[in-house]
C-alpha cells in the first residue's frame, strides 16, 4: 500500500488540528479553573472576614455562591456604622450592605489612609491620659471586625468617645 | 510499508489515550468518600475544617456536617454529595456562622437537596439532647464531635418555628433548658 503525497499531507493536517483543537481546550479549561479557584477564595475570604451565611450553589464553570449577612456581620456593621456617623469621613457604604455586594464593601474599609486619619483623630478628641504608643491604621479594622483592642491604649479611648460601655467593675 | 506502520501507531496511541482516560473515571467511582470531601473542602478553601458527621441518606447520597476557619472554627457548614458514575460529586454546601462563645446551644435551619436540617453548636458535657416541639413532637438528634460538639436533626416531617431543648450529661442529669427559634425562610 502506497500513500501519495496528497495523503500524506492530509494526514499530518488533520493531525495537527486535531493536536490544535485539543491544546485551546485544555488551555481554555485550565484558566476557566484557576479563574473558578481564585472565586472561590475571594468568597472564602469574605464569608470569614464578615462572618456571613454562604449558600455554595456551584463550585465550578460557573461559581455560584450566594452571600447572607448573619448576626455577627450585623455587629460588625455596627461598630462600622457608629465610627461613620461620628467621624463621617471614615466612609459607611449604605448602598453596597443594601445590594449585598461584600467586595465592594471591602475595598471601602480597605483604604489605609482613611483608616489612619480617623484613628489619629480619635485619639486626639479622647479626654483620657492614655500610655503606650498610638494605634495604627489596623486598630479599626481590628476592632470593628473582631472587637479586638490593638494596642489596649485603644479600648479606653472607644469608651471615652462612647463608642464602648464602660468595663463594668470587678 | 514504513506508513501502514505509522498509522497504526498514530492509532494505537490514540485508543490508549481514550481508554486510560476512560479508565481513570471508573476508578472514581469506587473512591474513598473521605478523600473526596477533603478535596471538597481544598476547592472551596474552606481550610482547616473538621468533620463532626457523615450521613449517609441512602447509597448514593451524603451529608457531611463540619465546621471550618481557624481558630475558632464558628463557620458551621453542612455539604451534600451525590455519587454518579463519576463517582462522589459536589451538590451544594451550606456554611452558617454560630459563635459559640458562653451559649449552652445555637441553631439554624436550612434546606439543602431536598432536605430540612436543624443544626449547631452544643457545649461539650452534653450528653444527649431532646427536643420538644410546640405540637407534642419529640426527637432527639444526632451528636457529633470534633474541634466542637455539634447537634443535628434531619427532618423528615414538618419544621417547626420554636422548640423547647432539653440537655442531659452522661449521668442523665438534666443541664440546661433552652427554647430556640428557627428562621424557617432562611435565606430569603
Known sequence: MNLSLKYK????????VFIGVFLYYYGAKVRQEE??????????????????????????NPVEVELYPSAYTEAILE??????????????PEAAIEEGDWFKVNRVIKDAEMLKDTVDKMYEDATVEFEGLKGSFTTLLDYIFYQKYEPSNIEDILIDLGFESPREEE | MKKRITVIIVTVIALLT????????RLNAYQDIEEVIEQEFRTLRQYV?????????????????????????????????????????????????????????????AEI??????????WA???KIEIITADGREYIPELGRAEWQMWYLILEDEPFEEATFILYDSDGEVLKEEVLEFDLNWPE
Open chain 1, 79 to 92: 461598630r462600622w456604622k457608629a465610627i461613620s456617623d461620628r467621624y463621617p469621613e471614615f466612609e459607611y
Open chain 1, 9 to 16: 499531507v492530509l494526514m499530518i493536517f488533520m493531525l495537527l
Open chain 2, 18 to 25: 481514550i481508554v486510560s482516560y476512560l479508565i481513570s473515571e
Open chain 1, 35 to 60: 479563574a473558578d479557584a481564585e472565586a472561590l477564595r475571594d468568597y472564602s475570604y469574605i464569608v470569614r472576614e464578615y462572618a456571613l451565611d454562604a449558600v455554595y450553589k456551584s463550585k465550578e
Open chain 2, 49 to 109: 475544617e473538621d468533620v463532626y458527621a457523615i450521613e449517609f441518606l441512602d447509597d448514593d447520597r451524603a451529608l457531611v456536617f463540619y465546621s471550618w476557619d481557624f481558630p475558632a472554627f464558628y463557620n458551621f457548614g453542612v455539604m451534600e454529595l451525590e455519587k454518579t458514575w463519576r463517582g462522589w460529586q459536589f451538590v451544594e454546601a451550606i456554611s452558617n456562622r454560630m459563635e459559640r462563645k458562653r451559649a449552652w446551644l445555637k441553631g439554624t435551619y
Open chain 2, 125 to 127: 458535657s452534653v450528653d
Open chain 2, 113 to 122: 437537596g431536598d432536605h430540612a436540617i436543624l443544626r449547631g453548636p452544643t
